[in-house]
Structures are given as structure tokens and as C-alpha cells.
């Protein structure tokens, strides 16, 4: 365990601001390093929260302070970024999804082993107490066996809304930029990989899906499904049905509100309320890094966890007939 871990961030995006809140409000994080394609936009960031401005990538991977890195590129960007960083040995989060499919993934991990670095793909969720408080009730069978699990996570950008996520060429699209917690949270729940996914999507004339439904059949008795998108919104929770009660995680991504309710056969709900700031959420993924950076992996998300999930990725956009060009061909 590292008591203290310094941070660089490569981009200044949406999701890296959330970071640096997180890793200032962590008890292990310190801000020292921000890269982007420009050093204006580092520096306007650093001036809000701390660190370094650098107006390169490569810059952060130099600097010799730098523990960890958070990488918060567009998802075509992951796989080359984390190698680099995987060669400059530093510790590893990156944003998900991690790679643009599962070849991907056992190329750019293969390369982490290789040189011996920490890294974890950055399901913030999985860190937090109400994911793992799920988990150990799961693991109690306090609904029993479980049968089916239904969930969802989904926004509407509008159909102005313009970066990578509306780019199908680069990877964009509802299922691989918030379906893919619905896939993560139902393969923590099974325990085990499925059978056959299939995936419904409404594709665009940009190529990316703008909504679409899911469905996994897992080994046994245990099915679910999934609704996704980032033209649409939807309640964002789960559903956990089991032979002797269900489970309603009412926020399962953001936690910022929202109970943990076990509703047990013949008994009264029991429930468990852990919202917290948005700043707190990301603060237990930064501080889970430090916890388990010698272990090279967290056990919350670990590699086999993240190429896993990519292969149920991939299978679900074959199903959809969903291919981005900036994909590694076989």
C-alpha cells in the first residue's frame, strides 16, 4: 500500500475534472501533473486543481514526480496511451471502456505485465462501499440463488451533442460509453462469463448506436438484461432477482443518491443509504490505487475483469452489427 501517490492526468476533459476532484478529496492523492494537447488548456485546469501544466501527453509520462496516471482520453486513444505509460513505468487508470475491443485489451495488458506496473480499468462504482456492500450480500445469498438481473444506464445528450462519443468510426456510442457499467455490474453479480449476448441497437447515420437493449444468458439458471444510450433517458438503476427476495440498487453508478433495498420473501426491506459528493466517489478509486498498487492490480477491477468485459463487448456489437473503423483487425 502507498500512503501517498502522486497523480498526472493526460486531457482536461469532462471526466478528468471529475478525477482531480476525486484526488484532491482522496486521502492518498496528491494533483501533480496535468497534460494536454495544449499548455493553455493544462494550465487553466491546474489553476482550478493543482499540479503541473504541461502541454503534451509525453510531458507527464517524463516527469520523474508522477506515480500514477489517469488516463481520461477518448476511448480510440487507451490503447497506445497505456502502453506508453506501461513503458515509462508508471501505475495505470484508465478510463473505460478500456480498448475499442478484446484483441486490444490482450495486447495493451500483455504489455502492463510485461513491464510490471500497476493498472485497473477506472470503474469508479467498484471501488465504492455500496458495490461492495452488494457484493457481500450476494455472496451471503440473502435472496437466495440468483435468476435474473435488469439494468440500465442511459442519458440524453441531444442530437447536437458533439465529441468522440457520437463518432462511430472512434468507438462512440450509449453501449460502449455507459452500457458497458450494465455489462460490468451483471458479470459482478453472475460470478461467471455468458453464454450469448445480444444486443438491439438503433445505429444512426453517424455510426455510432444511440440506444439500444441488451441481453446475457449466463451458465445455469441466471439471464439478464439492459437498456443503454446516449440519446434517451432512463431510471439508471438495477434489479437483482433471486429465489427468495430481490435486490434494488436505486444508483448503482453515480451513488449521489439513492438506497441499496433488500427486499427479503415474507420480511420487512431492509436498506442501506451511501450516497455521497461526486468528489468523494471518484476519491475511493484514487485511494484503491494506492491501497493495491503493489499488488499490481486492484481486486475490485482486475485484468482478467477487464478483458472479460471487453470480450462480452465484442460480443455484443457483432450481434448489432456495430464496427468502428479505428478498431485493431485481427
Not at 509525453?58 to 502502453?83: C, F, K, N, R, S
Not at 457484493?135 to 445528450?157: P, T, Y
Not at 472512434?170 to 461467471?192: E, H, P, Q
Not at 415474507?266 to 475511493?284: F, K, R, V
Request: with cysteine; hydrophobic share 40%; aromatic share 10%.
Amino acid at each position: 500500500m502507498a500512503s501517498k501517490l502522486n497523480w498526472g492526468i493526460l486531457a482536461t476533459g469532462g471526466i478528468a475534472r471529475q478525477f482531480a476532484g476525486g484526488v484532491n478529496a482522496s486521502k492518498t492523492g496528491t494533483l501533480t501533473a496535468v497534460g494536454s494537447r495544449t499548455l493553455e488548456s493544462a494550465t487553466k485546469f491546474t489553476e482550478q486543481f493543482g499540479g503541473k501544466p504541461y502541454g503534451s501527453y509525453e510531458e507527464v509520462l517524463a516527469d520523474p514526480e508522477v506515480d500514477a496516471v489517469y488516463i481520461a482520453l477518448p476511448h480510440h486513444m487507451h490503447y497506445d496511451w497505456t502502453i506508453k505509460c506501461a513503458e515509462a513505468g508508471k501505475a495505470i487508470l484508465c478510463e473505460k471502456p478500456f480498448t475499442l475491443n478484446a484483441l486490444e485489451a490482450e495486447k495493451a495488458l500483455a504489455e502492463v505485465k510485461k513491464h510490471g506496473v500497476f493498472f485497473m480499468e477506472a470503474f469508479m462504482y467498484r471501488c465504492h462501499p455500496q458495490t461492495l456492500k452488494l457484493k457481500e450480500l450476494l455472496d451471503e445469498k440473502v435472496i437466495g440463488q440468483v435468476k435474473v438481473v435488469n439494468s440500465e444506464f442511459a442519458f440524453n445528450a441531444g442530437k447536437s451533442w458533439e465529441n468522440f462519443r457520437t463518432e462511430g468510426a472512434l468507438g462512440g456510442g450509449g453501449l460502449m460509453d455507459v452500457g458497458t457499467y450494465c455489462v460490468s455490474l451483471t458479470r459482478l453479480v453472475a460470478g461467471a462469463e455468458p453464454e450469448s449476448a445480444h444486443y438491439s441497437a438503433y445505429i444512426g447515420d453517424k455510426g455510432y448506436d444511440e440506444f439500444g437493449s441488451g441481453c446475457m444468458k449466463f451458465p445455469g439458471e441466471f439471464t439478464a438484461s439492459f437498456g443503454t444510450g446516449v440519446h434517451i433517458q432512463m431510471e439508471n438503476g438495477a434489479w437483482i432477482y433471486g429465489t427468495e427476495g430481490k435486490i434494488h440498487v436505486e444508483n448503482p453508478w453515480k451513488v449521489n443518491n439513492g438506497k441499496l433495498i433488500v427486499y427479503r420473501n415474507g420480511q420487512e426491506p431492509e436498506s442501506w443509504d451511501m450516497t455521497c459528493s461526486n468528489d468523494q466517489l471518484y476519491a475511493y478509486e484514487a485511494d484503491a490505487v494506492a491501497e493495491f498498487i503493489e499488488a499490481k492490480e486492484c481486486p475490485y477491477m482486475t485484468l482478467d475483469d477487464t478483458l472479460n468485459n471487453m470480450r462480452v463487448l465484442d460480443m455484443l456489437r457483432a450481434s448489432a452489427g456495430l464496427t468502428f473503423a479505428a478498431e485493431m483487425k485481427a
